[in-house]
């Protein structure tokens, strides 16, 4: 049974850091992209940012140079170190993870986490 769950979410003013992070757990053999997705109010789920196997790493262009990702193999856990946050990155994350080969494509996802809120205010 596959679990993700995600903490480390919160309210911070702008310009602050927030890591958030995702606990996996029965993911099978063949998982090759783990991500972070978010949705705001209104809005269709985005990538943020994804991780492959191999460690190769891809950043939405509104959160590049501000957001990381990394990941914890021994602990199968996955991060997301949030900093320089903005008011526009209010949003539910959702940790995410599956076997397609493309990253940066929703669909390569097949499992997901609860989500967890993130707000930032001006």
């Known amino acids: 049974q596959v679990q993700l769950v995600e903490s480390g979410g919160g309210s911070v003013q702008a310009g602050g850091s927030l890591r958030l992070s995702c606990a996996a757990s029965?993911?099978?053999?063949?998982?090759?992209?783990m991500g972070w997705f978010r949705q705001a109010p209104g809005n269709q789920r985005e990538r943020v940012s994804s991780?492959?196997?191999?460690?190769?790493?891809k950043y939405a262009d509104s959160v590049k140079g501000r957001f990381t990702i990394s990941k914890d193999n021994v602990k199968n856990t996955l991060y997301l170190q949030m900093d320089s946050l903005k008011p526009e990155d209010t949003a539910m994350y959702y940790c995410?993870?599956?076997?397609?080969?493309?990253?940066?494509?929703?669909?390569?996802?097949?499992?997901w986490g609860q989500g967890i809120q993130v707000t930032v205010s001006s």
């Open positions: 029965g993911l099978p053999h063949n998982t090759y992209c």
């Open positions: 991780i492959n196997t191999v460690g190769s790493t």
């Open positions: 995410a993870a599956g076997s397609g080969f493309t990253c940066s494509l929703l669909v390569s996802y097949t499992y």
